[in-house]
C-alpha cells in the first residue's frame, strides 16, 4: 500500500490555517481563510474598481491584501486555485497614488516584494505628462485618444500570478468602460481568549487553624502538672 504525504505547508498554502480567530463581524464562508496570523477574504464574486474595493475592505476593518514575500503570493494563488476561479485577476493592495512611480501598499508599508510581469509597471512615459496608458475610445463614434494613469494593482491569475498595473478607476470621460475585478481584503487575527482569569479576594475574616498536641505530649504535660502540684504542697504545707 502507497502512503501519500502530504506537506503541512502545502496543506496551509491550500486551505489556510484556522479561522476561528478571524474578526467576528466577517462572514464564515469557505470564502474566509487564515494563513500566517492574518485573515484572507477572498471577495471573488464581485467585480468593482479599486477604490470601491479598498473602502469595503476599510469598512470592515481591513486593507485590500498586502503581500510580502513569496510564500504569501503562492497561498494566495493556492487559495484561488481552490474556488476554481475563472477570472482574469483580483486587486491588491499596492498603488503609486500617493507618489508617481513609487508603488507602496495601503498599509503604508514600502513594497519590498513585488512579483511584477515581464514590461510592468506598464508605461507610456513623458517629461511633462508622466506614467499613463493609451485607450482609444470610438464608443461614442470618433476616435478619441485618452491617457490615463495606472495607478493600481492587478494579481493577474491569468498570468501565474504576477502583478499589473491597472486604472484605478473608469476608463473613459463617459464612464461606460470600468475596470472592475474581484478583490481579497485583509484583516489581523484577534488575540486568542485563553479565558477569563479569575479575581482571588484576599479573606479579612481571621482563621484559626486547630492545633494537634501529639498524645505522648499531653501525657508528659499531665505528669509534670502533678509533680508541680505535689510539690507546691510540701512547700505551703
Keep these: 500500500m502507497w502512503t501519500l504525504l502530504i506537506s503541512p505547508i502545502l496543506i496551509s498554502l491550500v486551505y489556510g490555517d ?22 484572507y477574504e477572498f471577495v471573488v464574486h464581485r467585480h468593482i474598481e479599486w477604490k470601491a474595493a479598498e473602502s ?86 470618433l476616435t478619441n485618444i485618452h491617457l490615463i494613469d495606472e495607478d493600481c494593482v492587478l494579481l493577474k491569475y491569468t498570468d501565474s500570478g504576477h502583478w499589473h498595473d491597472y486604472p484605478c478607476l473608469k476608463l473613459d470621460p463617459l464612464g461606460l468602460v470600468h475596470e472592475n475585478f474581484p478583490y481579497v481584503c485583509e484583516y489581523r487575527q484577534t488575540a486568542t481568549t485563553v479565558g477569563t482569569p479569575q479575581t482571588v479576594t484576599p479573606s479579612t475574616t481571621q482563621t484559626t487553624i486547630p492545633t494537634t498536641t501529639p498524645e505522648t505530649d499531653v501525657m508528659a504535660s499531665t505528669a509534670s502538672a502533678k509533680v508541680a502540684g505535689s510539690v507546691g504542697e510540701l512547700v505551703v504545707g
Excluded at 22 to 35: E, F, G, H, Q
Excluded at 94 to 119: C, H, R
Aim: net charge neutral; hydrophobic share 35%.
Design 56 to 141: 469595503d475592505c476599510a469598512s470592515k476593518g481591513g486593507t485590500l491584501v498586502v503581500v510580502n514575500n513569496m510564500e504569501e503570493q503562492l497561498f494566495l494563488m493556492s487559495a484561488l486555485g481552490s474556488f476554481s476561479f475563472h477570472g482574469q485577476g483580483v486587486w491588491i493592495g499596492l498603488t503609486d497614488q500617493l507618489q508617481e512611480g513609487k508603488f507602496s501598499w495601503v498599509s503604508g508599508e514600502p513594497a519590498t516584494f513585488t512579483y511584477w510581469a515581464a514590461g510592468q509597471p506598464g508605461v507610456i512615459t513623458s517629461p511633462h505628462i508622466g506614467k499613463k496608458r493609451l485607450i482609444l475610445d470610438t464608443i461614442t463614434g
Design 18 to 39: 484556522n479561522i476561528e480567530n478571524c474578526p467576528p463581524n466577517l462572514s464564515r464562508n469557505i470564502n474566509l481563510k487564515a494563513y500566517n496570523g492574518h485573515c
